[in-house]
């Protein structure tokens, strides 16, 4: 069984920048759609960027122009970079995989790691 590990979430300021990165373990034969989306309080968990293995992805539209997701290896198979940060993206961000392994096709989500812009 897979596991994934979100990493590089942390208060910034607004117009500051941060990477998330997510790590994946396990017997992992393939990666499908790999992505993120995010949480904030009271609210329902929203698609923010995801990526299919031929590379086509797909923003939210408050996020478009700001933020970049992008493929990796085995290792760390997708990662967001995240500019020109706004008070409003402040949320837990959850890595998303849909991966194929030993047991056949399977959907893995991470704990999240938190983000939080503000001054």
């Known amino acids: 069984q897979a596991q994934v590990v979100e990493s590089g979430g942390g208060l910034v300021q607004p117009g500051g920048s941060l990477t998330l990165s997510c790590a994946a373990s396990g017997t992992i034969f393939s990666f499908y759609v790999v992505g993120w989306y995010r949480q904030a309080p009271g609210k329902q968990r929203e698609l923010v960027a995801i990526?299919?293995?031929?590379?086509?992805?797909n923003y939210a539209e408050s996020v478009k122009g700001r933020f970049t997701i992008s493929r990796g290896n085995a290792e760390t198979p997708v990662s967001l970079q995240m500019n020109s940060l706004k008070p409003e993206d402040t949320a837990v961000y959850y890595c998303?995989?849909?991966?194929?392994?030993?047991?056949?096709?399977?959907?893995?989500w991470g704990q999240g790691t938190q983000v939080t812009v503000s001054s």
């Open positions: 990526i299919t293995t031929g590379g086509i992805t």
């Open positions: 998303y995989m849909d991966v194929l392994e030993m047991g056949g096709r399977r959907n893995y």
